[in-house]
C-alpha cells in the first residue's frame, strides 16, 4: 500500500451514534465533574482546573473502559507529565526547543510507565505557557486529576451498563 493510498482511510464505517439516553448520562457526569473542581475553585480561591482536565473528563465519562480512563493513567499520566514540564522549564530552559523536548519525553515516560493519558500530554505546554512553579504540581495537576477521578468512579457506577475502573 502506498503512502497516499493510506492518507484516503480504511474502509471502516463511522461507530455508531450513541442514545439519547446515553449522551444524557455521559453528559451529566461531565457536568458533574466540572461542577466539583469548577465549585472547589471558586470556593476555596485556589486553582484546582486545567485546560487539559476539560479532555480528561471527555475520556473518563465517553470512554470510561480505554486504558486512558483508568485512574492510575489518569492521575499518574498528569502528574508526571506536570513534572516533566516543571523539570525542564525551571532546569534546562524556557525556550521553545526545551518545550518540545518536554512534550517528547512526557510522553516517552509515559508510556515507558504505562499510564498514557492523551489529556495528559498538553501539560508540558500548560507549564510554558502560564510559566507555572513547582507548587503547580501538587495544585491544580494531582489534586484535580484526583477529584475528577473520584466523581468518575462515584458516577460511572452508577449505571448498570458500567463498571469504573476495569483496573488500578
Known sequence: MSYLTKLKGSPAPIPPKPSFKEMGFISLGAFL????IGFLAYYTNELIIMGS???SIFVLFVLPDSPFAQP???IFGHFVTTLVGLIFYHLVSSDWWSMALALAFAIALM?????PHPPAGSNPFIVFLLGAN???LWMPTLIG??????????YNNISKNRSYPKYW
Open 72 to 74: 492510575r493513567n489518569v
Open 134 to 136: 513547582w507548587d503547580y
Open 33 to 36: 465533574a466540572a461542577c466539583v
Open 53 to 55: 482536565f476539560g479532555a
Open 145 to 154: 486529576s484526583v477529584l475528577i477521578v473520584l466523581v468518575a468512579l462515584l
Open 111 to 115: 508510556q515507558f510507565l504505562r499510564i
